[in-house]
């Protein structure tokens, strides 16, 4: 299982990003794909996730109202459109595929946002 994030970049508060996790080597549209944040001396944080079908989806409180996620399951890809973004949500983020109860990452992509 590969997952490989683009997208990341430096931004001003208030601007948007848009994400995308590529996947290969799984039943892309069998799976629950999440992304997730990391900063710094703090521990990884959920911050959404969206059904096989994309019939469902997560997010957390801090990023209600200005993300949103969705996937093409016939690109294999998710992708996390981040709008009015502040300085708080610099990270980088991870997206994440549990298979057969191993949790598979990728190596992530940084988002700065300055104030």
């Known amino acids: 299982v590969q997952l490989v994030e683009s997208g990341g970049g430096l931004v001003q508060a208030g601007g948007s990003l848009r994400l995308s996790c590529a996947a290969s080597?799984?039943?892309?549209?069998?799976?629950?794909i999440g992304w997730f944040r990391q900063v710094p001396g703090k521990e990884r944080e959920e911050v959404s996730s969206i059904s096989s079908t994309a019939g469902s989806t997560y997010y957390a409180d801090s990023v209600k109202g200005r993300f949103t996620i969705s996937r093409d399951n016939a690109k294999k890809t998710v992708y996390l459109q981040m709008n009015s973004l502040k300085p708080d949500d610099t990270a980088v983020y991870y997206c994440n595929v549990r298979e057969n109860g191993i949790n598979y990452w990728g190596t992530g992509t940084l988002v700065t946002v300055s104030s």
């Open positions: 080597g799984l039943m892309f549209a069998e799976y629950v």
